[in-house]
């Protein structure tokens, strides 16, 4: 059975940086995208990142790009969101979303109906 663990989260201040991991378990395969979604009090859920882990490419949305970084240690089926420049309205419980094999030659997945498995959630807070 699959499983993803996120790690990670906290409070920080504006300005500055966290880094969240997502660990896969119960997939040994490489073919997989990790995608990640977070949802500020009293909004819907957004997704604004996804990484494939059998080629790397990546999309980020116009609201984190430039500031966050993802990077996958395939050895270690754990994916990284590095997250610089933080601003108070990062501040939500982020996820980590899998879809696991069948990525294919598309576009990368980016939509919540896309992904299989689901992280439990890590709290991030960024204080003005």
């Known amino acids: 059975e699959v499983h993803l663990v996120e790690s990670g989260g906290g409070l920080v201040q504006a300005g500055g940086s966290l880094r969240l991991s997502c660990a896969v378990s119960?997939?040994?395969?490489?073919?997989?995208?990790i995608g990640w979604f977070r949802q500020a009090p009293g909004k819907e859920r957004e997704g604004f990142s996804c990484?494939?882990?059998?080629?790397?490419?990546?999309w980020y949305a116009d609201s984190v790009k430039g500031r966050f970084t993802l990077f996958s240690d395939n050895a270690k089926k754990t994916v990284y969101l590095h997250m610089n420049s933080l601003k108070p309205e990062d501040t939500a419980v982020y996820y980590c979303?899998?879809?696991?094999?069948?990525?294919?030659?598309?576009?990368?997945?980016?939509?919540?109906?896309?992904?299989?498995?689901w992280g439990q959630g890590t709290q991030v807070t960024v204080s003005s």
């Open positions: 119960g997939w040994t395969f490489d073919d997989y995208a």
């Open positions: 990484i494939s882990s059998s080629d790397g490419s990546t």
């Open positions: 979303a899998g879809k696991m094999g069948g990525l294919g030659y598309g576009p990368l997945p980016t939509a919540e109906y896309e992904f299989n498995y």
